[in-house]
Every structure is written in C-alpha cells, then in structure tokens.
C-alpha cells in the first residue's frame, strides 16, 4: 500500500508558512476562495478575470508582508 510521506523540506517549508502566513493556509480561506472559483466556472461570470487579478494583488501584498516575518524566521532557526 503506498502512502505520501512528507519530506524534511516539506515540513520545513509548512512551519515557515504557518509560522509566517497563517491566514493564508487556514481552511476557510482557501474554501472560499475555492467556491468562488467554482461558481465563475458554472456561470462564465464575465467579472471573473478582474476578480482574480484582484485576489492575485492581495494575495502579492499579503506574501510582501510576510517577508520580513519570514526572513526573522530563518534567521531565527539559523538558516539562510
């Protein structure tokens, strides 16, 4: 039976993330932003490419913010 093993760097990488950009890993977020995309796929809703350039542009601003976090992140576990 195979079973998904996460690696070193995938936990790794999911503790910086939660550490750094929680709001954007919790399930809600992404269960939202999930049915929104779903609903503009069944209706070809016509806003839907000015709806996610603007989701993209928060999210950008959101990841901006969290490198400053991440990098004290790092520095703080000793890696570079």
Same mark, same amino acid.
């Given at each position: 039976?195979?079973?998904?093993?996460? @690696?070193?760097?995938?936990?790794?990488?999911?503790?910086?993330?939660?550490? @750094?950009?929680?709001?954007?890993?919790?399930? #809600?977020? @992404?269960?939202?932003? #999930?049915?929104?995309?779903?609903?503009?796929?069944?209706?070809?809703?016509?806003?839907?490419? @000015?709806?996610?350039?603007?989701?993209?542009?928060?999210?950008?601003?959101?990841?901006?913010?969290?490198?400053?976090?991440?990098?004290?992140?790092?520095?703080?576990?000793?890696?570079?």
């Amino acid at each position: 039976r195979k079973v998904l093993q996460p @690696t070193a760097l995938g936990l790794s990488l999911d503790e910086l993330l939660s550490a @750094t950009v929680p709001d954007i890993l919790e399930p #809600e977020y @992404t269960r939202s932003f #999930e049915d929104v995309l779903e609903a503009m796929a069944e209706s070809g809703d016509p806003e839907r490419l @000015t709806y996610l350039r603007e989701w993209r542009a928060d999210f950008r601003r959101r990841l901006e913010a969290a490198l400053p976090r991440a990098k004290h992140y790092c520095e703080s576990k000793g890696l570079r």
